[in-house]
């Protein structure tokens, strides 16, 4: 597949889990932008089946462009009617990987690889709410402070303003 040539282009999106301290388990959905590697919104939450995919998005198309194509694996919450119905409605394509294919979500799993190293395994969490706030703050310095080789050592934000697109 070719390299994206502008933001929002494509997007790469997939699940990661992690637990807090009493064992409960909780699912990060992840979302990048091919393009520019920016992450626009990581969701977090016990379950986040299609319709909070969904409801994701909208929250996203509010203040940015959607892409063009979302990547993403097989999994229930992607193949569901709800995100199938949505991007029709808005006249993007879904692009699923093979199953037992990862490299095909090559952003998405290198993205992931990143979130687990730097946050998910550094950081003990007391609560969802804590996992939430934890997550987004190392989001954000991912985006606006965190250099990228990929990106000639600039963080994505810097990245697309020094592009002239954002």
């Known amino acids: 597949m070719p390299a994206p040539e502008r933001p929002n282009q494509k997007w790469s999106m997939d699940f990661v889990t992690d637990s807090i301290v009493t064992g409960r388990r909780f699912r990060a959905l992840t979302i990048v932008d091919d393009y520019s590697r920016e992450c626009p919104a990581i969701e977090v939450d016990t379950s986040l089946g299609g319709a909070r995919v969904v409801s994701l998005l909208d929250r996203l198309a509010e203040t940015r462009d959607l892409p063009e194509i979302i990547t993403m694996d097989n999994g229930p919450e992607f193949a569901s009617r709800a995100l199938d119905e949505w991007a029709y409605r808005r006249g993007i394509k879904l692009d699923f990987i093979r199953p037992g294919k990862p490299v095909e979500n090559a952003f998405a799993e290198s993205f992931i690889g ?18 939430r706030e934890v997550i987004e703050s190392w989001r954000k310095d991912y985006n606006m402070v965190r250099p990228h080789s990929s990106l ?15």
């Open 114 to 131: 990143r979130l687990r190293d730097e946050c998910l395994n550094d950081n003990w969490f007391v609560s969802l709410k804590h996992a």
């Open 152 to 166: 000639g050592g600039l963080p994505p934000q810097e990245f697309l303003a020094r592009d002239g697109r954002l």
